[in-house]
């Protein structure tokens, strides 16, 4: 058996598993920081994977040597184009996951994975003085392309020793005293992608939110408000914040930092500087309850009580490889994306979102019970895509759309409300509803999951305007303010409420006017 063999194996292996272990050597990698710790597990499943497929790469490419050169000269020619499918598969998930390219285009690619090899495999009988030399050139590449794995495989190992299971990605709980005897309380609730539009302007005759309309008709509500960003990732950790970033990093301990444009550098996210830092400073027992982002972790010194759920984040944790289980079973994960791929069967996300709003809402309940938990917030997954909602009988189930996540979310409001008013401080408790961005059509139109329904009330237009609601203890009427306002200003009209200057409308009425000066 020749060297060369051992590195085109090697080489092979190493392309064709690199969507999987890409995240983990990019210490900055997005995903590396939604993952809660360790991923220890997760990447000796890899390493298995690694060195199974090098072996049966090596073992292929030894065997194919006893066939005639005829039929050798097909096969090699359709495993160059099973690798240069993968190699092109890969580019365009990355400029699908930039936005640069519709998910419709990667779904097409996809269905090319067995017919790419096949015509390769044909052409070259056909046209043999130009794609032998092609080939011959691409497997000195592939050969090359094996000692990346002096690099690669140390950093994997590396990650899987430094990643200590500072906590769990289900949950933390943190203790602190009490600082104060007050029984003011602020509930915040936050739904992800609710769209003002579609809640309250432009909503589809047929849906009816009667628990958003009812706390609408009793709160100063913002109409006009500008985005802070596009996604979830930096708006929320921007507004607790009170500074507006675009850009963030993780280290590769998943320590959150963000880029400040007007210092130029990248500065560390501090906990301390956020509103839950504030309000534990003045007393408040701050408590969390998120989905998406790594909250117990970025805020742990400066939270009571954390409820976190960051869901899958590596691609192999879609078809059944996780960090609990034992590193060979998660090395059977790759045999299952791989059947995935070649069936063109897509993973369900919605049984996974049903289990994450069940398991939130569980813990969202248990801190409104907790009476010494005096700023809350809760994330919730709704009404998100994919839809999980049947609007028409009330019951969690996969398959809607935005327009049945949206009664979901109208129905959980009805739930929360109905705890918050029956809790010891509701008379003093100021409730906040808003969401991180609205509905991003222009993100879910291309998809397969894309209905005639949402089409229709969205008529194929992005209206940006997020949802803010504000309910101060025993207010009766609602206020409707018009005025274009930065959603940033979240954050300064909460962090009032926290140091006592905003209590009730008439205290945020003097504060707008401060502000629009």
Known sequence: MKMRTVLEGLGAALLLLFFDYRPFINPQSQRLYHHGLPVANLIGGLLIDLFAVTVLT??????????????????????AGLVLWSIVEYAIQLQVGMGYLGIDLQRT?????????????LLVNFLPR????????????????????????????????????????AT??????????????????????????????????????PNLDRLRGASVSFSNLKPAGYRTASIIPSLFLGH???????????????????????????????LFGLAQQNGWRPGVDGWFNPYCRILESVLNVCYSYVGPAFPLENYGALEEKSMLSNSVALANQLLAVLTHYTEADADADILDYRNIMTHTQALIDDNQIRFVFFHLPIPHPPGIYDRRCHMLHPGGDYLDNLVLADDTLGILMEKIDASPPASQTTVIVTSDHSWRVPMWRPGEDWTDEEER????????????????????????????????????MIAGMLLG???????????????NR
């Open 58 to 79: 090596i073992c292929f490419l030894v065997a194919i040597q006893l066939l005639s050169q005829p039929v050798r000269r097909i096969i090699e020619a359709m495993f």
């Open 109 to 121: 690619w996809e269905w090319s994975a067995i017919p790419i090899p096949v015509l390769l495999g």
């Open 130 to 169: 130009i794609i032998q030399p092609a080939l011959l050139t691409f497997r000195l590449a592939l050969a090359s392309f094996a000692f990346s794995a002096l690099w690669i495989v140390p950093q994997l190992i590396h990650l899987a020793l430094v990643r200590l299971p500072i906590q769990s990605a």
């Open 172 to 209: 933390n709980h943190l203790i602190a005293p009490v600082n104060s005897s007050s029984n003011q309380r602020i509930v915040w609730i936050l739904f992800d992608e609710l769209s003002y539009d579609q809640t309250f302007d432009h909503r589809d005759p047929g849906i009816k939110l």
């Open 244 to 274: 507006r970033f675009d850009k963030f990093r993780s280290t590769t301990y998943g320590e959150l930092s963000y880029w400040d444009e007007s210092q130029r550098r990248w500065i560390a996210y501090d906990p301390n500087a956020t």
């Open 457 to 492: 009330v969205s008529e194929g237009k992005f209206d940006d305007r997020p949802v803010l609601l504000i309910h101060f203890p025993d207010q009766k009427s609602g206020q409707d303010i018009h005025t274009a306002l930065p959603e940033m200003l979240e954050h300064d």
């Open 501 to 515: 200057r905003i209590n009730n409308s008439e205290d945020l009425d003097a504060f707008l006017s401060s502000a």
